[in-house]
């Protein structure tokens, strides 16, 4: 992660489709209300021809970065605001999570190839720790969303 500026990849690049559904899906649930029911397992296995394993997966990226969460025997529900452990950005959770909410606004304003401001001006413009850039980099370029460029 130490090399150089990094960029925004198409999605249509190669990443696992547990990844390539969560971003679809983190998408459309933006656009939803806090409390409104978010697809379940079933729901995409159907509409994506996947299996369970991977259906749940999906889901689970987008449980670990807040935007849904769990209710044991309903179903997955959207978090936002006024939901505990909902916040703007973020909520409750790590601060490199979220930052990396903030970069992945940034992110669908750009092109793919465009670049990202580099890791100190994140740094400087989020008043965050370098490890804190650089665990939010490492997120999103584990996302797929963006990759380093040596230089």
Known sequence: MTGGPYRWTSQN???????RIAIELRHEIRDLPSGARAPSSRDIEARFGVANMTARAALG???AEGMIELHQGRGYFVVGPGTPG??????GR????????????EIAELNPGDKLPSAR???????????????????????????????
């Open 13 to 19: 690049s190669f990443m696992p489709p547990y990844r």
């Open 61 to 63: 990226v987008l449980r």
């Open 86 to 91: 909902a916040g703007e950005p973020g909520g």
């Open 94 to 105: 790590a601060p490199y999570r979220r930052l990396a909410e903030l970069v992945r606004r």
């Open 121 to 151: 001006t994140l740094q400087e413009r989020h008043s965050v720790a370098s490890g804190t850039v650089q665990n939010a980099l490492r997120l999103l370029r584990s996302e797929g969303l963006l990759y380093s460029v040596p230089g």
